[in-house]
DNA sequence: GTCTATATCTTGATAGAC
DNA sequence: GTCTATCAAGATATAGAC
């Protein structure tokens, strides 16, 4: 994107214009991050701005208010998810004729693929978060709406086109919704102090850990405040 | 509890006195439901002071900031459910020795129980959801560190004192994040409307459904706004 | 122990120029 | 397409009376 002229100030110095739709890109991003790391309240406009280097009222401007930025940043991560789960079905089940009529083995293997690659989304660090804060914000009638709707349109997934069994489905959000919470809980960080982090997180994210580690240590790092 | 007088004006209207320890948890409980509902970032001191019938200057008096609120929230959150599932481990262990030598059937036993008497704690709705949004908040310094601890508390208490291997604190912790989970979503409302909602609340609650479906139209049907 | 009044800061959103 | 200036509302915290 835009070069090193950002690296200094925060704000668009030259107030270089872009095409509208990548802006928003640029926003969405910006703004996935910043909710996933303090919510939806805990997060302000002006954050996303800085983030996106552009000034806040141009944040507003462009999405309207802020409780529909977070709504589009949540379709967003769902999207994201969805394809990369897609994409990982795609790939396990080239010649599996009926979705519904499937062994064992197959769904094991696809759940432990599916799970890797839930694993891997974590180089965003804001997809997963802003989808998590997103269902805790069930209490917003718009915000949990959106949630409510994504969140079974995930249990449709793994249910219809993985194919799993309703209890397979539950397992498997379960150990996202840990996953998650490690994450929010920043517990990474606390890998070296503590035994019993270092237990519980080897033992979730088991061949993968060096991936979480490592995105944390530079995802937090760069944090600005 | 000072009766009927409070039910038109939400304000404590004549300022009864009562001792300060009583109105400190008064407080906490009131404090534990918006929280839970809102979380920190979400919720008001002001919010929190209607609840609880008295003015909002005397919240803060009484804990100092919002973020100590929180904080003592969560400390009271913890502690009850630790209380809670060290007389589940006792009434179920009444005369093992080494609770690091168990066998299966014991911790199977003594994991559905403690599953079970997890899912009453919904009764009261703040626990677990002030809970689940101070895991979520791991970001703030002060609130982070103690949503750390005692996370990590509730992991060496399943796995010391209740003698689970890490594995299968792993995965009575992941069944927990997704019950929470479920409920800040307010799943419970789709139950009717959605097929899928019915399906995996089916099956991630099973006995104890009635209960959660119970409480969960009486606790939102309350609230304030 | 508890309230009223209020200072002060933050923040989402609007207006309007370039 | 993007910014500067600014308003209005809301929220935490303090002061001080009763």
């Known amino acids: ?23 928003r890109e640029q926003i969405l991003a910006a703004a996935s991050q910043v909710f996933g790391a303090r919510g939806y309240a805990g997060a302000t406009t002006d954050q996303v701005a ?10 507003v401007r462009m999405f309207g208010t802020k409780e529909n930025l977070f709504i589009e940043v949540i379709e967003r ?20 004729a009926d979705p519904a009529d499937t062994d064992p083995a197959y769904t ?3 759940s432990a693929r599916l799970g890797r690659a839930y694993i891997d989304l974590i180089e965003d660090r804001g997809i997963l978060l ?7 914000t069930g209490h917003d009638p718009a915000i949990g709406a959106a949630a409510r709707t994504g969140f079974l ?5 793994l249910r219809d086109e993985a194919g799993f069994e309703p209890d397979q489905v539950r397992e498997f959000l379960a150990d996202g919704m840990l996953f998650n919470t490690l ?14 982090a270092r237990e519980l997180m080897d033992c979730t994210f088991r061949t993968k850990l060096d991936l979480v580690l490592g995105a944390s240590a530079a995802h937090w790092s760069e944090e600005t405040a």
Not at 1 to 23: H, K
Not at 50 to 57: D, E, F, L, T
Not at 183 to 196: F, G, K, Q, S
């Open 1 to 23: 994107m835009s070069s090193v002229s950002e690296s200094f100030s925060a704000q668009n110095p030259s107030a270089e214009r872009i095409p509208a739709a990548e802006r």
């Open 50 to 59: 800085q983030a996106a280097g552009i000034s806040q009222p141009y944040v």
């Open 77 to 96: 991560s769902l999207s994201r998810l969805m394809t990369v789960f897609r994409g990982e079905i795609a790939k396990t089940d080239p010649q599996a």
């Open 108 to 110: 094991d293997l696809l």
């Open 130 to 136: 802003s989808l998590m804060h997103g269902f805790l």
């Open 153 to 157: 349109d995930i249990y449709r997934l």
């Open 183 to 196: 994450l929010a809980l920043r517990l990474p960080d606390a890998y070296d102090n503590d035994e019993a």
